[in-house]
């Protein structure tokens, strides 16, 4: 399953970054696999998305969500 | 001499730096900027004991030391280079105590670069709230740093920093990544190349140099390749072995307490101030709160500042001897400096509004919600703070347009920031919107004023995202784009950061703004006082034999001020007036506003200290306040005598202004963010063109 399409509620770990540029980024911002991640909030628009990453919130748009895999628990 | 020891603050974003530098040297600071760039460079002084003090630096947030922004790479750069006069003695590391691991990757790579770090646990109480404790003496010993934890909003702690600052026994050079697990040939050649002996430090610079840093970079790629050394795979090895050293310290040292799954402020917060219809009503009714706020918190405080010039006008008239120095002061410096000081107010209650949404941790939400709708427009979420910011000056907000990864994204949104109403241009808005509404209009319970001042920054965002949809199609995109951004958890503002900020902004504003309008009112003066000698001397000869003719029909101070008014117009400054006066005569511009929009050029709230000089020197010599300026426009007749401040150029002018670039030391930071001349005379041409054909079409539908 794919970050994107976690719902409201549901707590997962993630398994895998695609995308070298990509998970380097979020490495150090502390989304690398392992990690527990929970949705907390969509923007008006639909996109980006709030995530809580271990122990903090931070934002992504949709897209970059779409290459991280995770595992619902 | 004290002795003096060189402190570099580092950290992540978010984790109260700001908060820690205050606390340790309070006003005791200076920002300048680095040499040969704009990167602000804050330094302040803390006595430590009686004979030693801490010089100490505020390095930008960064998450890491592979920067990926211009901002980190700031951070980066003081800290690579031992040879720097600025290279820290040892490293002040301040953590987010509720985010320990994320906050700890960056300390582990300054530690490995060969500097002492000490460990400032911050925001012990947020994570406390979250039910999680750190044993300090465990995670020091496993970290092998010294660690105290300290809560930077209410100075707790700041003492026993001190202390370890003072004491050299406890500054350690630990190292957490092994680097021999790199091949050593490669190693000792990189060395070679970058003249360092730290090997990782050397390792890194060069994989920053080769994407980041010009020099050498051949030279260095020519080696990773014979090695078959990959810097990506290598980063992202690095890190993960760092994760797992950081794991083990806090899963040692942390001690968490159960059932604390209690749903925190911030969780609750966000559901509405990210709502997608309450979200965005309360961002807006809260840029609707701030423009009516400006209006009707400054009145008190300005009333007071033009009651202060004008006892100041009338003591120096009064004190000094009638001639050139009390003409030069009189009409020419106090009227200026008066015109533009009196908004000081308004841009104190701006500045400060802006610095506390920040604090408080409410502007990144403002770009969570706003990212969607920037992206159509070549930029993204970050980019809303320094548009918001560019209400207050647009040169601090291209600044910080620093955080944005994406150089596309970041240069349109240089590009564009300068349409946002800065608060150079409150004043002229608030001369000319005077001008058109009685101050006292009211609109159900608002004032109307306000009203049409948020109608005037509307119309700046608005232009804003327009050019920058055009820029979309000719910017070339470099690199992919992200927004990724920490939402920090909403807290309470520390005031003494807001009161220190103030105190920064303002002084910086009277400073920097007063030097320029000193300097262009007395030119004005001069230029407005004196002509061409022939035509200057037949107005006196005429003059005289006017008042010597004894059937006067005039009172002597109605001759004085028409005799003022032709010299004005005979002097140099009315002749350049009239020189471009057929150029801007299509938008409804006289020749005095001519001269306005000249002075204008080097900053845009010398228009208000100009009209007060024309208007003072071209007028009576009564008091110099808005009001007097604003009815002796007003008082203006044209050639058909119909007043010259109709709707119609009341309107051009705003929408002028509005659009127009007129501010120097804007273009002159475009040109060292950029780092070529072709973006700020792109932004010049662009901005002037917009404004005239605007303020063309505006004259022309309301004449």
Known sequence: MKL??????????????????????????????????????????????????????????LSDADCIDIKVK | MKQEITVALAGNPNSGKTSLFNALTGLNHKVSNFPGTTVEKKIGYCNLNAETRAQIIDLPGTYSLYPKSADELVTYDILRNKAETNFPDLVLFIADASNLKRNLLLLTQVADLGVPVILALNMVDLAERKGVFYELDILAKE??????????????????????????????????????????????????????KNPYAALQYAINAGVYLNNKAKQINAAFEKYNFNPKQFQELEILQRYKVIDDAVRLSRRQKTNHVIKNITQKADVILTHRIWGLVIFLSLLFFVFQAIFSWSAYPMDLVEMGFAWLNATIEKSLPDGVLNDLLVHGVVAGLSGVIIFLPQIIILFAFIAVLEDVGYMARVGFIMDRIMRPFGMNGKSIVPLISGMACAVPSIMASRS?????????????????????????????????????????????????????????????????????????????????????????????????TLYEKGSAFVVGAGKIIVAVSVILWA??????????????????????????????????????AERLQASYAGEFGKWIEPAIKPIGFDWKMGIALLTSLAAREVFVGTMSTIYSVGGGAEGEDLNSIKHKMLAEKNEKGEPLYSVATILSLMVFYAFAMQCMSTLSIVKSETQSWKWPIVQFVYMTALAYVSSLIVFNIFS
């Open chain 1, 4 to 61: 994107s399409e976690l719902k409201f509620n549901q707590i997962a770990t993630v398994i895998a970054v695609q995308g070298q540029e990509l998970s380097l980024k979020l490495f150090e911002m502390g989304l690398l696999p392992g990690e527990e991640v929970e949705l907390e909030n969509i923007a008006p628009f639909g996109d980006p998305i709030a995530i809580r990453v271990g122990e903090y919130k931070m934002c992504l748009r």
């Open chain 2, 404 to 500: 944005i990864e994406n150089k596309k994204e970041r240069l349109i949104t240089i590009l564009v920031t300068p349409l946002m109403s800065c608060s150079a241009r409150l004043p002229v808005y608030t001369l000319l919107i005077g001008m058109l509404v009685p101050e006292t209009a009211k609109w159900g319970p608002f004032n109307v004023h306000g009203v049409v001042l948020m109608a005037m920054y509307l119309l700046g965002f608005i232009a804003a995202l327009a050019s920058a949809a055009v820029f979309k199609l000719f910017v070339k995109s470099k690199g992919t784009a992200y927004f990724m951004m920490e939402l920090p958890s909403y807290k309470l503002p520390v005031w003494n950061n807001l009161l220190i």
């Open chain 2, 143 to 196: 970290l092998g740093i010294p660690v105290v934890s300290i809560n930077a909003r209410n100075k707790e702690g700041i003492l026993k920093i001190k202390n370890l600052l003072l004491d050299e026994s406890k500054h350690k050079k630990v190292t957490y990544f092994n680097i021999n697990q790199v091949d050593q040939n490669l190693l000792n050649e990189i060395g070679e190349i970058t003249d360092k």
């Open chain 2, 527 to 564: 230029f407005a006082s004196f002509g061409p000698r022939g035509s200057m001397r037949a107005i006196d000869e005429k003059y005289a034999t006017l008042a010597m003719s004894a059937d006067a029909t005039m009172s002597s101070e109605e001759l004085a001020a028409q005799k003022s």
